[in-house]
């Protein structure tokens, strides 16, 4: 666990505590074979995070003879990178690392998602900035997570106030690196998810310049390897299950949520608590409306050649795994 608030010290810390289990998760690759284990990809935030604190799936599978491997990533690229080295069969991400995953050539499937959370998620700029509105970025240094949902909430905020992609100077930093960047001013706006966006509105003072709401869905997404998911069907299911049951009571009961998350992020329970209120819960099947919202994403991330080539989503599917059919 992470006691610690999230300072610039202490955001490094984290992210360093973040890839040395995923640099060695990388070389056990070949325990993908290994039926008994079940590799599971985290992030410090949402409803995976609140299942492995509570030990109810690994209890529930332990009855079934199968171990699960919790590995923790600082986002959502860094772990199904971690996928599509064979290191993982389980994780969750959000909207457009799936996209850069699957154009990578990564054998990853669409397992469910959740509500849409567009609040979830925001571009932020120091208290004192002149920065004002989207419009003042043309020309500024921006911050954020290549491959993350904020990219694409990036491209959306930019194309709504009429600004071209290329007239800002884009930053590719993970987010401890870019919470300093921020700090000392070397980057005039972060564009950044909670609870690191909480983190920076209490701990920093940052000023919400534009959030989600109206531009992007902010799905979190479920996904498998193709071969787990293949393989056994059955577990998937049962996550889902486990995921729903703890989601209903995070969403009834955001308190006590945020109270098992606080020191588990290294942030304080008040803190955590916007972010808790600003997640969505509920593995949803993801239906075909789902699936067309993610192929727009990957076509705008085509058109600007932020992937080398076209892709269609529904291609990381299986039929019958996750997926609910047209009406």
């Known amino acids: 666990m992470f006691r610690n608030r999230l300072t610039r010290r202490g955001a490094i810390a984290l992210l360093a505590a973040a890839v040395v289990p995923t640099i060695a998760s990388f070389s056990i690759g070949a325990r993908a074979a290994d039926p ?12 995976l995070t609140l299942l492995k604190a509570t030990g109810a ?18 986002a959502g690229p860094q772990l199904l990178e971690g996928l599509n080295v064979g290191s993982l069969d389980y994780g969750t991400v959000g909207e457009a690392p799936p996209i850069f995953a699957q154009a990578a050539g990564a054998d990853l499937v669409y397992i469910g998602n959740e509500p849409p959370a567009p609040a979830g998620e925001a571009i932020v700029v120091p208290n004192d900035s002149p920065i004002k509105s989207v419009k003042d970025l043309k020309g500024k240094r921006i911050a954020l997570n290549k491959g993350s949902n904020v990219h694409f909430l ?21 987010p401890a690196d870019a919470r300093a960047a921020f700090e000392k001013k070397a980057v005039d706006a972060w564009v950044i998810w909670d609870p ?10 940052a000023r919400i310049v534009a959030d989600g709401a109206g531009v992007v869905s902010n799905h979190q997404f479920y996904l498998a390897a193709r071969p787990y998911a293949e393989r056994r069907p059955d577990v998937i299911k049962l996550i889902t299950e486990e995921l729903n049951k703890v989601g209903d009571w995070a969403r009834d009961k955001p308190e006590d949520a945020a109270a098992i998350l606080s020191p588990l992020i290294g942030l304080d329970q ?18 075909p409306e789902v699936l067309d919202a993610q192929q727009k994403i990957a076509d705008a991330f085509s058109d600007l050649k932020l992937i080398p080539k076209k892709l269609v989503v529904r291609d990381a599917t299986i039929k019958g795994a996750g997926v609910a059919s047209s009406k």
């Open 36 to 47: 008994e284990v079940l590799r599971i990809g985290y992030q410090k935030y949402g409803t």
């Open 154 to 174: 990036l491209v959306k905020l930019l194309e709504k106030s009429g600004i071209d992609y290329k007239d800002v100077n884009v930053v590719y930093l993970p």
């Open 57 to 74: 799936l690994d209890k529930r599978l332990a009855a079934q003879g199968i171990n699960v491997k919790w590995i923790e990533f600082p």
């Open 196 to 205: 690191f966006l909480a983190a920076a509105q209490t701990q920093l003072d």
């Open 270 to 287: 008040k803190t955590t608590l916007i972010a808790v209120k600003r997640f969505s819960y509920g593995a949803k099947p993801v239906t």
